[in-house]
């Protein structure tokens, strides 16, 4: 009854052959009743999969020891195979049931952003030619969903037609990862066919055209990143005003709303945190602007001391925001996501390589054991058997669908920790000379 129980299967009792015919009937007809029984199966499985009764030996050898024993989470190595298989020749589907693409869900602008940035990542590590095809899906993606007045849809369905989720939801976010993701391809762009590139120009280009009508403040800093990485090898002064003009605007949010012990842009944290601290690194690598290195760090570091807490990183959890003044209530409640603990571990490693802290580095290792196990449930979170990583944390359990976003994520984390395997090899970002830009 412990193992059936809460829909895992079905409990009648002993000898009762009319209800056990009449459940094995119900079976037979229904096969989203199968269907829920096998899922719910898995789920309550997953707790004992061999790398979780692993972790679990582990912490009862480190409880016994007095904690004299320091557990170490060692990388998998980096696998695309659960990428390639989540991706069809338009591009990468949105969710999955459990390790199996789900086509009925569609596709998104938002995971063929990161799925660009992360082929991209892997591609600049590897050479590997056999990513260019995927590159070209993603690319072709974004460009699809880039309309006539600049803005991108977001969601389009298995059929190729965008939704009409794309008119009753917020999609500001989506069209700042989409910038983000050309931004990033075009910075690596001597390792592509010269055709890729001028594609990834033309769409960033154009949808830049109107992007300060963009008010949100993590759209905007995925446009400042986008807009950062294209200087690199772009130079442009036109896009330097712009990156200053959003800047600028997270400065004022900042300076509104940080007040003592609350060194943040709004009065509350949510999703994607670091995403905000980052781009004002970039801003000041972009521009040399010394206001916003200072406001970086600090609101970066305040960030880390909300969400690293003892040896293991606790996300805000979507669950339920963070807000100012209520700091010393936070719980653990389950909602963390693989794609807020992955922009935490991006960030890091451009705060290392700037400001040549240990301490960065080190807590980057600290995140990153968060998919291997090092989190309020001790489980693991990436999939090693598939290459996919599970959906959520929550508070009792993990939910083991595969989707796209956190599978990307993952792959974009394990690929970043690649800088931080030799700690004495640190490469190290300067800014620019600081320019003046009147406005």
Not at 174 to 196: K, Q, T, V
């Amino acid at each position: 009854m412990e193992v059936l129980k809460d829909g895992a299967g079905v409990i009648f009792d002993f000898g009762d052959s009319k209800k056990f015919a009449l459940e094995i009937n119900k079976l037979l007809k229904s096969n989203s009743l199968r269907k829920n029984i096998s899922s719910i199966g898995l789920h309550s499985m997953a707790p004992t999969a061999w790398e979780n009764v692993a972790i679990a030996h582990a912490r009862l050898f480190q409880k016994v020891s007095l904690r004299k024993i320091d557990l170490e989470y060692k990388m998998p190595e980096p696998n695309l195979n659960y990428l390639k298989k989540m991706t069809t020749d338009f591009g990468i589907i949105q969710f999955s049931i459990i390790h199996e693409p789900d086509i009925d869900s569609g596709y998104t602008v938002d995971d063929n952003a990161r799925a660009l940035v992360a082929t991209c990542m892997h591609f600049q590590k590897t050479k590997d030619i056999q990513d260019l095809p995927y590159i070209k899906i993603y690319l072709n993606f974004i460009v699809f969903c880039l309309q006539n007045d600049t803005r991108f849809l977001n969601y389009v369905d298995e059929t190729q037609l965008f939704t009409q989720q794309n008119y009753e939801t917020y999609l500001e976010d989506s069209n700042g990862r989409a910038l983000w993701g050309l931004g990033f391809m075009i910075s690596i762009g001597d390792s592509f066919p010269e055709e890729l590139v001028i594609e990834a120009e033309i769409a960033l280009d154009f949808a830049l055209t109107n992007c300060l009508e963009i008010h949100s403040s993590r759209s905007m800093a995925f446009i400042i990143k986008g807009l950062y990485y294209k200087n690199l090898v772009n130079k442009n002064l036109n896009d330097i005003i712009l990156l200053t003009q959003l800047t600028n605007r997270l400065v004022q949010m900042y300076l509104h709303e940080s007040e003592k012990n609350w060194d943040w842009y709004e009065s509350y944290l949510t999703y994607g945190n670091s995403i905000l601290p980052e781009a004002m690194l970039c801003a000041y690598l972009a521009t040399g602007e010394p206001i916003y290195k200072e406001i970086a760090k600090t609101s970066f570091d305040f960030l880390l001391s909300k969400i690293f807490i003892g040896q293991g990183i606790s996300v805000i959890s979507n669950n339920g925001w963070l807000h100012r003044g209520e700091e010393d209530n936070r719980v653990t409640i389950g909602g963390e996501q693989a794609i807020d603990v992955t922009y935490t571990i991006l960030a890091l490693d451009k705060f290392r390589m700037v400001f040549h802290e240990n301490n960065y580095s080190e807590k980057m290792r600290i995140a990153f054991s968060w998919f291997l196990g090092n989190n309020h449930l001790h489980q693991i979170v990436y999939n090693p058997c598939t290459g996919g990583c599970y959906d959520g944390l929550e508070d009792t359990y993990i939910n083991i669908n595969q989707g796209a976003e956190s599978t990307v994520s993952y792959l974009m984390a394990r690929l970043t920790m690649e800088n931080v395997k030799k700690p004495n090899q640190i490469r190290v970002i300067e800014p620019v000379q600081e320019v003046e830009i009147y406005l």
